[in-house]
């Protein structure tokens, strides 16, 4: 089976070459076969010329890839081989009806399809990925996302090795067949594009429940997982029941179908999939345990169930006209997921984790040589654009309209976006014009977010003025160039902000200026004394914001502002700062984290998030804007002082805060608040250790031992691995012994060994890919192992070059099994141009050593041609 996603001579599609489809499809009737060898998929198509295409004599083309054709028939009648033209990625029906049926029989070998994308063996089961392209490797069909049709599905299967049938939508019928074998048929009532279609099959537990809907339609909620681990799925179900709940009270949105189901399969390419009433999901984000699962997981499974959930209306009921959409259902879910997980839990914890993840994936690649608008304007291989760009800064941009809008308004808006839209395929616009309507406001300079690539910087300029009580705000908009875009208009945004007094006082409260011209000028009247202005607040818009504070000032920020993400964006900033001019740590500085870590009326994840350091990905980034080239070592070691240096000066209350929190919290608790004291104890623990080594290492020791919980076990093995290397050994040996045959619990063992911040890390990993516990040919294996490494200073940018080769072989290796997988990987190098000259001389080595592989799929070359790009 041909295991490329697409051909590597495959030319750039572009959004401004789109056409409608010559032909739609009303209805789809599938019949899968599934033996031992083979699965035969059998179809009928209902077809008929869009009258929306102006190509009226156009054949019609169906997109087939990786599959063994039998039979077509037009109306029944079989076609000889000169009908149509077959190649390895088109079927082409010369003379078809306007209107008709198309029948086709074709082959598949699931087994064989380790790219799992179509229908593939995810080991003893089978089930599919069809998002974006995946559906073309099931059985041939017009598969783009405007194509939207009912479907039909039977299932025949051997009932001992697949007892469980399953397919989107409501089943309507089942029975025993000859031969030991049996069958279920499924029926989607609604109109779906195919890469929406879902089918599994398997011997599988479940896990059942009900939930009332608001309008009293009970709705039969499943929980499906490989035998043995349906006791890992109570925190996946509480959090549906959740999500079904907050959505029909937030924005309106009730569920549709009888029932809602959950599959967790152990190879897959994504975090999970919103297939039409049967998602899919990687059992790594959706099963556990407190005993198995870490807190990040257990909210990391909320997030991601309420996500798929949300999908439901925006991605399912209304989707995509075409790819170059993808944020419409996306980025507008990610923010959907982020208010609702801000609901659920802390808002403000919630925001800080937004940002800053935004800041440390999404800003580095807007400054790549991939970057590309929320919306890009042209791919060669549609998988590279699952991206932060279109995921992150797509949520922001949907936020932002909230933020100009109203939350009552952009409920308005969001209504009328579904009223208009229901059932249909939509584009950007066609969101943006709905908010717009709704609240008669003019969004049209608004729509370049879609349209520009790029980080907006924001310069902004003060005076004041005690005579005549003005404050005066000069604000000035730029945007760098990126590639195929030198210059950029102003953008349309808020700029949300309040002003304080000396002592940390509001003045004005909230204010929102709305942003559209390259420089404005603002006057505040009546400002009673000087004000340190309280800039961006809540983030209000995704851009990099100068404003020249003093040390005093963000200090003042850091103590008293209302707004939690400038009083975390004050210590960040003043973080960075000391930490990259190696200056001692003030003791104002310190006096205002004491105050932090010791401020009762503060929540604990708070704390936690204050006092944590910007990662080494933000402070080199902070290097990049001063100019400078990266160390990423050099840049570890100097936050690592910085964290020494505040141990040292905080001992007593990091040592108290430590033993307060261990002594009173319930090791198995794992509600928000509980997640968010263990996430202070063990911050606590972890900047002990940089000071006190040896009086931290045995306390961890006995924590990865005797912890009842697996986040204290992974934060405590952490430290030991980083630092006394006969306690790491044998903790790491101890665990391996208790968790054996546990594949997503000994991810986390790979990955703590593969983040090891030493020299020899790399000699390490290749030992692991050697070991059980790994494989090339499961996605979360090599998450938890290249990917980890790859991200780790000391292993993927050693400075002989050894950690990039390492990579790139991974990545020629992976992308003759996965090349979207592959091209993940690939994605490290882009940010070459930011290191400095040695190491951007050995990254480029490594790339053109990729860039010379005949054999390199689109998704993996794409990435290299971009990030050679005039040095190719």
Same mark, same amino acid.
């Given at each position: 089976?041909?295991?490329?996603?697409?051909?590597?001579?495959?030319?750039?599609?572009?959004?401004?070459?789109?056409?409608?489809?010559?032909?739609?499809?009303?209805?789809?009737?599938?019949?899968?076969?599934?033996?031992?060898?083979?699965?035969?998929?059998?179809?009928?198509?209902?077809?008929?010329?869009?009258?929306?295409?102006?190509?009226?004599?156009?054949?019609?083309?169906?997109?087939?890839?990786?599959?063994?054709?039998?039979?077509?028939?037009?109306?029944?009648?079989?076609?000889?081989?000169?009908?149509?033209?077959?190649?390895?990625?088109?079927?082409?029906?010369?003379?078809?009806?306007?209107?008709?049926?198309?029948?086709?029989?074709?082959?598949?070998?699931?087994?064989? *399809?380790?790219?799992?994308?179509?229908?593939? /063996?995810?080991?003893?089961?089978?089930?599919?990925?069809?998002?974006?392209?995946?559906?073309?490797?099931?059985?041939?069909?017009?598969?783009?996302?405007?194509?939207?049709?009912?479907?039909?599905?039977?299932?025949?299967?051997?009932?001992?090795?697949?007892?469980?049938?399953?397919?989107?939508?409501?089943?309507?019928? *089942?029975? =025993?067949?000859?031969?030991?074998?049996?069958?279920?048929?499924?029926?989607?009532?609604?109109?779906?594009?195919?890469?929406?279609?879902?089918?599994?099959?398997?011997?599988?537990?479940?896990?059942?429940?009900?939930?009332?809907?608001?309008? %009293?339609?009970?709705?039969?909620?499943?929980?499906?997982?490989?035998?043995?681990?349906?006791?890992?799925?109570?925190?996946?179900?509480?959090?549906?029941?959740?999500? @079904?709940?907050?959505?029909?009270?937030?924005?309106?949105?009730?569920?549709?179908?009888?029932?809602?189901?959950?599959?967790? !399969?152990?190879?897959?390419?994504?975090?999970?999939?919103?297939?039409?009433?049967?998602? &899919?999901?990687?059992?790594?984000?959706?099963?556990?345990?407190?005993?198995?699962?870490?807190?990040?997981?257990?909210?990391?499974?909320?997030?991601?169930?309420?996500?798929?959930?949300?999908?439901?209306?925006?991605?399912?009921?209304?989707?995509?006209?075409?790819?170059?959409?993808?944020?419409?259902?996306?980025?507008?879910?990610?923010?959907?997921?982020?208010?609702?997980?801000?609901?659920?839990?802390?808002?403000?914890?919630?925001?800080?984790?937004?940002?800053?993840?935004?800041?440390?994936?999404?800003?580095?690649?807007?400054?790549?040589?991939?970057?590309?608008?929320?919306?890009?304007?042209?791919?060669?291989?549609?998988?590279?654009?699952?991206?932060?760009?279109?995921?992150?800064?797509?949520?922001?941009?949907?936020?932002?309209?909230?933020?100009?809008?109203?939350?009552?308004?952009?409920?308005?808006?969001?209504?009328?976006?579904?009223?208009?839209?229901?059932?249909?395929?939509?584009?950007?616009?066609?969101?943006?014009?709905?908010?717009?309507?709704?609240?008669?406001?003019?969004?049209?300079?608004?729509?370049?977010?879609?349209?520009?690539?790029?980080?907006?910087?924001?310069?902004?300029?003060?005076?004041?003025?005690?005579?005549?009580?003005?404050?005066?705000?000069?604000?000035?908009?730029?945007?760098?160039?990126?590639?195929?875009?030198?210059?950029?208009?102003?953008?349309?945004?808020?700029?949300?902000?309040?002003? +304080?007094?000396?002592?940390?006082?509001?003045?004005?409260?909230?204010?929102?200026?709305?942003?559209?011209?390259?420089?404005?000028?603002?006057?505040?009247?009546?400002?009673?004394?000087?004000?340190?202005?309280?800039?961006?607040?809540?983030?209000?818009?995704?851009?990099?914001?100068?404003?020249?504070?003093?040390?005093?000032?963000?200090?003042?920020?850091?103590?008293?502002?209302?707004?939690?993400?400038?009083?975390?964006?004050?210590?960040?900033?003043?973080?960075?700062?000391?930490?990259?001019?190696?200056?001692?740590?003030?003791?104002?500085?310190?006096?205002?984290?004491?105050?932090?870590?010791?401020?009762?009326?503060?929540? /604990?994840?708070?704390?936690? @998030?204050?006092?944590?350091?910007? %990662?080494?990905?933000?402070? %080199?980034?902070?290097?990049?804007?001063?100019?400078?080239?990266?160390?990423?070592?050099?840049?570890?070691?100097?936050?690592?002082?910085? &964290?020494?240096?505040?141990?040292? /000066?905080?001992?007593?209350?990091?040592?108290?805060?430590?033993?307060?929190?261990?002594?009173?919290?319930?090791?198995?608790?794992?509600?928000?608040?509980?997640?968010?004291?263990?996430?202070?104890?063990?911050?606590?623990?972890?900047? +002990?250790?940089?000071?006190?080594?040896?009086?931290?290492?045995? !306390?961890?020791?006995?924590?990865?031992?005797?912890?009842?919980?697996?986040?204290?076990?992974?934060?405590?093995?952490?430290?030991?691995?980083?630092?006394?290397?006969?306690?790491?050994?044998?903790?790491?040996?101890?665990?391996?012994?208790?968790?054996?045959?546990?594949?997503?619990?000994?991810?986390?063992?790979?990955?703590?060994?593969?983040?090891?911040?030493?020299?020899? !890390?790399?000699? =390490?990993?290749?030992?692991?890919?050697?070991?059980?516990?790994?494989?090339?040919?499961?996605?979360?294996?090599?998450?938890?192992? !290249?990917?980890?490494?790859?991200?780790?200073?000391?292993?993927?940018?050693?400075?002989?070059?050894?950690?990039?080769?390492?990579?790139?072989?991974?990545?020629?290796?992976?992308?003759?099994?996965?090349?979207?997988?592959?091209?993940?990987?690939?994605?490290?190098?882009?940010?070459?141009?930011?290191?400095?000259?040695?190491?951007?001389?050995?990254?480029?080595?490594?790339?053109?050593?990729?860039?010379?592989?005949?054999? +390199?799929?689109? *998704?993996?070359?794409?990435?290299?041609?971009? /990030?050679?790009?005039?040095?190719?």
């Amino acid at each position: 089976m041909d295991n490329t996603t697409t051909r590597p001579e495959q030319a750039e599609i572009r959004l401004a070459e789109y056409k409608p489809p010559v032909f739609l499809v009303d209805t789809v009737e599938l019949d899968f076969d599934i033996r031992d060898d083979r699965t035969r998929v059998s179809s009928r198509l209902a077809i008929r010329r869009n009258p929306e295409s102006a190509e009226r004599n156009a054949p019609l083309v169906l997109n087939g890839q990786g599959q063994k054709l039998v039979a077509v028939r037009v109306d029944g009648r079989e076609l000889a081989a000169g009908d149509y033209v077959l190649t390895d990625k088109t079927l082409t029906i010369r003379a078809v009806p306007d209107e008709g049926v198309v029948a086709i029989e074709s082959d598949n070998d699931p087994a064989a *399809n380790t790219a799992l994308m179509g229908l593939y /063996a995810a080991g003893p089961m089978l089930c599919t990925q069809c998002e974006a392209e995946g559906f073309r490797r099931i059985t041939y069909f017009p598969d783009r996302p405007d194509v939207q049709s009912r479907y039909r599905v039977a299932i025949h299967a051997d009932e001992d090795r697949y007892p469980v049938l399953l397919a989107n939508g409501n089943l309507v019928e *089942n029975g =025993k067949e000859a031969g030991g074998r049996h069958y279920a048929v499924w029926e989607d009532p609604f109109r779906k594009p195919c890469y929406l279609f879902a089918l599994v099959a398997g011997r599988l537990d479940k896990v059942a429940d009900r939930f009332l809907t608001r309008s %009293g339609r009970e709705v039969l909620l499943e929980i499906y997982t490989e035998p043995g681990r349906s006791s890992e799925t109570g925190f996946a179900m509480a959090a549906l029941k959740k999500a @079904m709940r907050w959505d029909e009270e937030r924005f309106g949105r009730e569920y549709d179908l009888d029932r809602f189901m959950i599959v967790a !399969v152990s190879f897959f390419n994504f975090g999970a999939m919103e297939n039409k009433g049967l998602n &899919i999901f990687n059992d790594a984000r959706v099963l556990g345990r407190a005993d198995t699962a870490t807190d990040a997981d257990i909210a990391f499974f909320e997030r991601v169930v309420g996500h798929e959930y949300f999908h439901n209306w925006s991605g399912d009921r209304v989707t995509c006209r075409d790819w170059f959409q993808i944020t419409l259902k996306e980025g507008l879910t990610v923010f959907r997921e982020q208010e609702f997980v801000g609901d659920m839990n802390s808002p403000a914890q919630e925001r800080l984790r937004t940002v800053s993840v935004l800041r440390r994936v999404q800003f580095p690649e807007d400054a790549g040589a991939m970057a590309h608008p929320i919306r890009p304007a042209s791919y060669q291989a549609v998988e590279n654009f699952y991206t932060a760009t279109v995921y992150s800064k797509g949520a922001e941009v949907i936020r932002m309209i909230q933020t100009l809008v109203g939350r009552e308004g952009f409920r308005k808006g969001l209504d009328l976006y579904f009223e208009r839209h229901d059932g249909h395929s939509a584009t950007c616009e066609d969101f943006v014009r709905a908010m717009a309507d709704a609240n008669a406001i003019d969004l049209g300079q608004f729509m370049r977010w879609y349209a520009q690539a790029g980080t907006p910087v924001l310069d902004v300029t003060s005076r004041y003025d005690a005579d005549s009580r003005a404050y005066t705000l000069e604000v000035e908009q730029r945007c760098p160039a990126t590639p195929g875009q030198d210059t950029k208009e102003p953008f349309h945004m808020p700029l949300r902000l309040g002003l +304080l007094d000396a002592r940390g006082g509001d003045m004005k409260g909230d204010m929102v200026l709305k942003l559209r011209r390259p420089r404005e000028t603002f006057v505040i009247e009546d400002v009673p004394e000087k004000p340190i202005p309280s800039l961006l607040r809540d983030f209000s818009a995704p851009v990099r914001l100068n404003y020249d504070y003093t040390d005093a000032e963000l200090l003042v920020i850091l103590a008293h502002d209302s707004d939690g993400f400038n009083r975390w964006d004050a210590g960040q900033k003043l973080f960075a700062k000391y930490a990259l001019s190696g200056e001692a740590l003030p003791d104002a500085f310190v006096t205002a984290l004491r105050t932090v870590l010791m401020d009762k009326d503060l929540e /604990a994840g708070t704390k936690a @998030m204050t006092l944590t350091l910007p %990662g080494e990905e933000e402070l %080199g980034l902070a290097l990049i804007a001063r100019g400078e080239r990266i160390d990423p070592v050099a840049v570890c070691e100097k936050r690592r002082r910085v &964290i020494k240096a505040l141990a040292g /000066a905080l001992s007593g209350e990091l040592w108290a805060t430590y033993r307060e929190i261990a002594a009173g919290l319930d090791e198995e608790a794992s509600d928000g608040v509980a997640r968010g004291q263990r996430s202070l104890k063990n911050l606590c623990l972890a900047y +002990l250790h940089r000071a006190e080594p040896g009086k931290v290492a045995p !306390v961890a020791a006995r924590v990865v031992s005797g912890a009842r919980n697996m986040t204290d076990k992974i934060a405590c093995l952490d430290i030991l691995v980083d630092g006394d290397a006969a306690l790491a050994a044998r903790a790491l040996a101890e665990f391996a012994e208790t968790f054996a045959g546990q594949p997503s619990i000994m991810d986390k063992w790979l990955g703590v060994q593969a983040a090891e911040r030493h020299a020899g !890390v790399l000699e =390490k990993v290749r030992r692991l890919m050697a070991h059980k516990a790994f494989s090339l040919n499961n996605p979360n294996r090599v998450a938890a192992l !290249v990917g980890v490494f790859a991200g780790n200073p000391f292993g993927f940018h050693a400075e002989d070059g050894s950690g990039y080769r390492f990579v790139a072989d991974v990545v020629e290796r992976l992308d003759r099994l996965n090349p979207q997988a592959a091209a993940r990987y690939a994605k490290p190098f882009l940010r070459w141009r930011d290191f400095d000259a040695g190491r951007q001389a050995l990254m480029q080595e490594a790339l053109r050593k990729l860039a010379a592989l005949e054999s +390199l799929s689109i *998704n993996v070359r794409e990435v290299v041609t971009k /990030a050679l790009g005039a040095d190719a």
